[in-house]
């Protein structure tokens, strides 16, 4: 069963504990100042399990809280003001559609979730769906992290990683052994910039017959 965001959710302040009869997937934790606040599983899954999905927007403009979903689009939950790319998220608090602005970040081989694009013909093509899937087995209350780099190229709001200390600026910044490590679980378009900011182009290229059952690249 697919668990949609705003339909189990629950918001909770600090220290308090949920129950519910039905199963409340994701939990909001907050500060008691409300300044800090994080995403937190609120259910037991297996490695692999599908946890909830989630939709936004797509647009061309990138802020604070948006995600890269392609190379040109970028799922924005909280929308900016003008040029303003340091977004107020606090709306979003009260529903489930755009809480996974609070989901946190960890390098993939810390992460607690990944995220895997979905394809919805009934949905309007100005808005992009994700899945978010557990990416080791999960218990209530821990922490749902991503790594942010296997989806942004380059971030518009860059910032330091708490469990880490690094600075997160996006797939392009990391060095080229995490490129190599982090390449097969980067989104598509991550991997198309990629190989462009290498100097290969895939719509440029293509194979051609060089000798019998031989082939080889060359440029359109």
């Not at 308090?16 to 937190?40: F, K, N, W, Y």
């Not at 399990?49 to 948006?66: C, D, G, M, V, W």
């Not at 690094?166 to 995490?178: A, I, P």
Request: net charge neutral.
């Amino acid at each position: 069963m697919m668990r949609c965001g705003n339909q189990l959710f629950k918001h909770c302040g600090e220290a308090r504990r949920v129950s519910s009869g039905d199963a409340v997937v994701a939990v909001l934790q907050e500060s008691s100042s409300g300044a800090d606040a994080a995403l937190q599983s609120g259910i037991r899954a297996s490695k692999h399990e599908l946890i909830y999905t989630f939709k936004a927007p797509l647009l061309l403009q990138r802020n604070r809280h948006s995600l890269q979903y392609s190379k040109t689009e970028h799922l924005s939950a909280v929308l900016q003001k003008g040029d303003n790319v340091f977004t107020d998220a606090s709306a979003v608090k009260s529903s489930g559609e755009g809480i996974w602005v609070f989901m946190n970040h960890a390098f993939h081989a810390k992460a607690s979730v990944y995220l895997r694009p979905m394809e919805y013909c009934h949905i309007d093509p100005s808005v992009g769906c994700v899945a978010v899937y557990a990416a080791k087995n999960l218990v209530p209350g821990e922490l749902l992290t991503f790594d942010y780099t296997l989806h942004e190229w380059e971030m518009s709001s860059p910032f330091r990683c708490i469990s880490s200390g690094r600075m997160v600026q996006g797939f392009k910044h990391l060095v080229e052994e995490e490129q190599h490590l982090a390449l097969p679980y980067a989104w598509a378009h991550v991997r198309q910039l990629h190989d462009e900011h290498r100097g290969l182009n895939p719509s440029l290229t293509c194979l051609q017959l060089s000798g019998a059952g031989k082939y080889t690249w060359r440029s359109e």
